[in-house]
């Protein structure tokens, strides 16, 4: 074994690492996050349009120095440089430690402006593979969390939280336009196959409400590794299914800009997969 190697943690310890993490995302929620909620006035952006503030940065120096007390490892947060980014994620890679992947603050632009809409969300990825996930919203003091093979949970309840539909067309839709095909994104404005579309502008929450059954499906054209690698382990320990608009393997698309075609019900899922790559 590698030095600063370690063995791979057993289900007593991967629950033990699940709880902790729960307690470390409440707790920057409550002393770095909500104090400046209505309080940043100003956003920087970055090279991908995206926007940051001093609460991201804050809130992400905060997980950054509490996560190696659950279990050391590197670290690849959304408000690092790409260059920090790539080489964590290619250490924890070929490290047994595996990472954590941080999204300090998703939904920015909801938090500076005021909307009570975004998230703390932490994943725990080993071997290219989510094993833990943690999104919190403090407004609503929702948490949603999962550890492989052991079921998705919202605030201790199982989810999904109701049944949801079979049926494509009775669908309420997840849909943010940013990135898809042109030819895709005119035929959903114009002819959507599905009831219903909404958009958040939180892709850690979308996840979420997919796996809870509030939405019945999902489409974005590239998200980041920290806006799903925590919302993918949660809807596929609910029972969704997902992959991209050109693969089934959703896992093996380039872990830095992923396409995501999801849904909660096998059936819709498939329906929805086929209309999307029809008209793409």
Known sequence: MNAGRSTPPSGGELKRMLDATVALVREVAQQEVMPRFLRVRHAEQKSDGSLFSEADLAAQRFLADRLAAIRPCPIVGEEMTPAEQRAGWATGMSDERGLWCIDPIDGTTNFINGLPHFAVSIAWISGGRTRLAVTYNPITDEMFYAREGNGAYLNGRRLPLRQVTDELARGVA????????????????????????????????????????????????????????????????????????????FDGEDVWRRPVVAALHPQVFAAWKHWVRANC
């Not at 939180?202 to 809870?212: D, F, I, P």
């Not at 806006?227 to 089934?248: F, K, N």
């Open 174 to 249: 997840g849909v943010d336009f940013k990135r898809i095909p042109k030819p895709l994104a005119d035929r959903i404005a114009v002819d959507p196959p599905f009831y219903s579309q909404r958009n958040f502008g939180c892709s850690t929450l979308e996840w979420c409400n997919l796996a809870a059954g509030r939405l019945d499906l999902n489409l974005h054209g590239g998200q980041m590794l920290w806006d799903y690698a925590a919302g993918s382990l949660i809807l596929r320990e609910a029972g969704g299914r997902m992959c991209t608009l050109t693969s089934d393997d």
